[in-house]
Nanobody, 124 residues
Framework: SQHLMESGGGSVQAGGSLRLSCVAS????????MAWFRQAPGKEREGVAA????????HYADSVKGRFTISQDNAKNTMYLQMNSLKPEDSFKYYC?????????????????WGQGTQVTVSS
């Protein structure tokens, strides 16, 4: 069964915005952390943003600080990634993840559950 389902990817011009959504099944949504990662073919998965402790703490990669915002809607079991001022170098497949392995840094790709990914392409 699909525990995490992303949506919202697409193609946009540089400077534009997209909002990614990740719907999680109930017991996964309430896990310690949820996060967004991105990955290019043949490259390591990179942590973009994480939201932990019921939304009380957030973490961002330096490359997206001030441009991306992670949030949650508890009524909808949904995590979001608002991406503004997009750049061509933000073009990746984006994955949501849930249930961080105990002790792992929030932006390390050490999560139990992963979505299928959604493609974001930013043209110059």
């Amino acid at each position: 069964s699909q525990h995490l389902m992303e949506s919202g990817g697409g193609s946009v011009q540089a400077g534009g915005s997209l909002r990614l959504s990740c719907v999680a099944s109930g017991h996964i949504y309430s896990s310690n952390c949820m996060a967004w990662f991105r990955q290019a073919p043949g490259k390591e998965r990179e942590g973009v943003a994480a939201i932990c402790s019921g939304g009380s703490t957030t973490h961002y990669a330096d490359s997206v600080k001030g441009r991306f915002t992670i949030s949650q809607d508890n009524a909808k079991n949904t995590m979001y990634l608002q991406m503004n001022s997009l750049k061509p170098e933000d073009s990746f497949k984006y994955y949501c993840a849930a249930d961080r392995v105990t002790g792992a840094p929030p932006l390390a790709p050490r999560y139990t559950y992963w979505g299928q990914g959604t493609q974001v392409t930013v043209s110059s």
